[in-house]
């Protein structure tokens, strides 16, 4: 079960984008697996990916194919990753884009391929290749909950998150999509995910806004330090609801546009820690007081990190021992614990690297009882700050993992 | 329950070094939780501690009396690790140490002392004291075991390792003992862990030899990657067994107790991992052909602190597309996966970097039903090597954690 409110929002159509879905029994009968986005000829397509060395090969395929044009579809199925399979897998990637490209009559690099699911199998590109008509036939604007939907792996909830903003007089829509349970240490990005506006903007814009808001969102979120092998996340800016293109940082619709991007991406990058597997808090972990950004992203990291604090999180046991040694593993270099405080919430825990003196068991039980947690360190040693989120460790995550392939 | 052969063996008694215990209700009643060791004189003492900034007030205490003294006692408390508890944890690690001396008649810095348990509460001072005594009057050479069960902690069993060896004639003895079974990722020692010879070894050469043998067996082994607070590792050679003193590397004998020292330590650190917090399995991974050592160890507590890698295990699902994800984000620098080659046990799963073609889901299987698991990587980019042992993940992992405070 997810922890929060994780409802879909209205998922606002984007000029110029057009999303359809079938079923090519990727894995499992009778489900939407396999999903295609239509971009408008013009649209201006940015990607972030994995940094995992054994990377897909849909992977390999969309970055190679985005550095020499401008996307006009994206191929996207579940129930297979597509990693570790060697030639054949980028051979079946590549397969994909011919065949959607030669249906669709555009170049085969215009075709993105993507894949979610289990690593190490090949994917049975005969039935996917079968599902691409259907799919083509049924596209459509409003179909974001499809493919929020369709693009599923062990998400318990499709994801998305919606926007509609004004520039100039003009009304535009940000509207995206993600998904991801386990396996989630995105470092780049995250599982999948896509974003679409029909706002005007460059490309050199749209690659550094996406890198901005991924910064913040995607790469601050962690279930178990496992960064996938398939990690994508596709901005996309169709230009169709008019408008004149922002080119330059300087254009005041630029910050705008940067602002709605980052909470429609924070959004969804959360929405992943609330459905995190086996999840049961929605835990933030912010850091101040570093001496730069890296420092606290590593104490975060950590403590995001432990299984003992994941686990007294899930029992809420307020055992903040554990987190005083998370902190102190950390690997910061000369760390002075007595300028350390912690609060769990409003209630310090940890004063000067000690006990704080007015704590009570309480008061941390109160507070470790609530389905969302902020856990708030100051080094005491500087001014850089930073904030990452998590869920904890429960019996379901164990059973979910160790039941998932059957 | 425990993975695999974990039975105590004779526990050869060291000449010159005296155990006691007691019953001191450091935080359960009925159970000897203080535990004494009384070294000769002239014993020469070693010690390596966690690298923890959050380290705890007896291991400041035990690394400063060190410094200046050959201790001639230990105190070591088991339901209270006495960490994060400020000022007044150090002056109650010190009280122990003061009321210990008065009692045996020895300076206060010749006494080190040791904590294990919960983390964040004071150390109840008073009822340790009390049971000073009582331990004292109960020193004898014949209560390793005594001592490997009074600082047990989540460990479902004591834990111990002995040996007799010969140098030049006279027959020496080895015995240690340890504990731990959570909060494991050793960095520079384990929790706990006391090793003694009766063998004469000049004071330097007892640290070298401590530092060799931790570095291929307490800091080589993970449970959950918490480097605790705690974690101390003490060596003593007393002397008393006769012989002149082993004042050099090149003397022969210097090469016989290395190869004792490192078996008797392997054996504790890896008893360690068989009583893991939950542990079903007991894994080795051994990483090769890697340029240089330290990326071999990170490939390897890559894949053994990966939460999918060890929900699959407890599965017995040879799932080895996490294997290849864990290797793939380990942060080797440009890591060609095509040269990789990845066993489990005798059956290659990964050939090259993709999937060996003769591998069945069946051979996988069968290696992944047994309780002692090896998991082999080859980087082919190089000669180092190396190995870490760590166990799976399972319910009763986040049972244990869970409820520990309880």
């Known amino acids: 079960m997810a922890v929060g409110d994780v409802t879909m929002p209205q998922m606002h159509a984007v000029k110029g984008v057009k999303i359809g879905s079938a079923e090519a029994y990727v894995r499992y009968q009778n489900r939407r697996d396999l999903v295609i986005f239509e971009f408008s000829e013009g649209t201006h397509v940015a990607g972030v990916f994995t940094q995992n060395a054994f990377c897909a090969a849909p992977v390999h395929i969309s970055k190679a194919h985005l550095e020499v044009t401008n996307p006009r579809y994206l191929v996207i199925n579940t129930g297979n990753a597509n990693a570790g399979t060697g030639k054949m897998g980028m051979i079946n990637a590549q397969a994909a884009c011919a065949k959607l490209a030669e249906l669709a009559s555009v170049q085969e690099v215009e ?13 049975p590109i005969d039935r996917l290749v079968t599902g691409l008509q259907p799919a083509l036939d049924s596209l459509k604007a409003e179909a974001w909950l499809d493919a929020a939907t369709g693009i599923m792996t062990t998400d318990t909830t ?35 995910s896509y974003v679409a506006t029909d706002a005007p903007i460059s490309r050199d ?84 007081g570093g001496g730069n950004t890296q420092e606290c992203c590593d104490v975060a990291y950590s403590i995001a990190h432990s299984p003992l604090v994941k686990t007294a999180i899930f029992a809420s046991d307020p055992n903040w021992g554990r987190i005083l040694a998370a902190i102190g593993y950390a690997g910061v270099p000369n760390l002075d614990v007595e300028h350390i405080q912690v609060w769990l919430g409003d209630v310090q825990i940890c004063k000067d690297g000690g006990a704080a003196t007015d704590y009570t068991e309480e008061a941390g039980a109160r507070e470790m009882s609530k389905s969302e947690i902020t856990i708030r360190v100051d080094l005491g040693r500087g001014h850089a700050q930073d904030t990452v989120y998590t869920c904890d460790l429960s019996y379901d995550y164990v059973k979910i993992n160790a039941d998932y392939r059957s």
């Open 158 to 192: 499709p994801k998305g998150a919606s926007e509609q903003f004004e520039l100039d007089g003009v009304t535009y829509s940000m509207t995206g999509i993600s998904k991801g349970a386990g396996m989630i240490r995105p470092n780049m990005a995250t599982m999948l």
């Open 205 to 288: 814009l749209v690659q550094q806004l996406l890198n901005n808001a991924v910064n913040v969102s995607f790469n601050r979120i962690t279930v178990d330090g496992d960064t996938s092998t398939n990690d994508s996340c596709i901005f996309a800016a169709t230009g169709q609801a008019g408008g004149s293109e922002i080119t330059s940082q300087t254009d005041a619709r630029y910050a705008v546009v940067e602002d709605v991007l980052t909470r429609v991406m924070k959004r969804l990058a959360q929405l992943i820690i609330r459905d995190g597997e086996g999840a049961t808090k929605f835990i933030t972990i912010a850091v101040e």
């Open 111 to 123: 075709v993105l391929p993507f894949s979610t699911g289990v690593i190490g199998e090949q994917l």
